[in-house]
């Protein structure tokens, strides 16, 4: 069983960049990763998944050309870089793991999940 933990939120201007990471307590080099956010009066909603060597992503359109999710298995650690960040971004960020290798879109897919971290964007 992994454990995740994310970091990196915090409050940023609109336009303005962070990068969150996800650390695993344990070897993941074989799970998909994925970064979900949940926004107040929403639902928890994909944001952008990774297959488990990195080979495979998929961006959905409120986030293509912005975020980019990336891993480094050594350090057990998956990352989402975003940019161009907008206030509609404002939402508690989650990353989670399924042991299949290979990403899903539904929530349902992952079994592992971290506690979140909270992203506020300003305008």
């Known amino acids: 069983q992994v454990q995740l933990v994310e970091s990196g939120g915090g409050l940023v201007q609109a336009g303005g960049s962070l990068r969150l990471s996800c650390a695993a307590s344990a070897t993941f080099s074989n799970y998909a990763i994925a970064w979900f956010r949940h926004a107040p009066g929403k639902q928890r909603a994909l944001v952008v998944p990774i297959n488990w060597s990195g080979s495979s992503t998929y961006t959905p359109d409120p986030v293509k050309g912005r975020f980019t999710i990336f891993r480094d298995n050594a350090k057990k650690t998956v990352y989402l870089q975003m940019n161009s960040l907008k206030p509609e971004d404002t939402a508690v960020y989650y990353c989670?793991?399924?042991?299949?290798?290979?990403?899903?879109?539904?929530?349902?897919?992952?079994?592992?999940w971290g506690q979140g971290t909270q992203v506020t964007v300003s305008s």
């Open positions: 989670a793991g399924r042991i299949q290798g290979e990403w899903a879109t539904k929530l349902s897919a992952y079994r592992y």
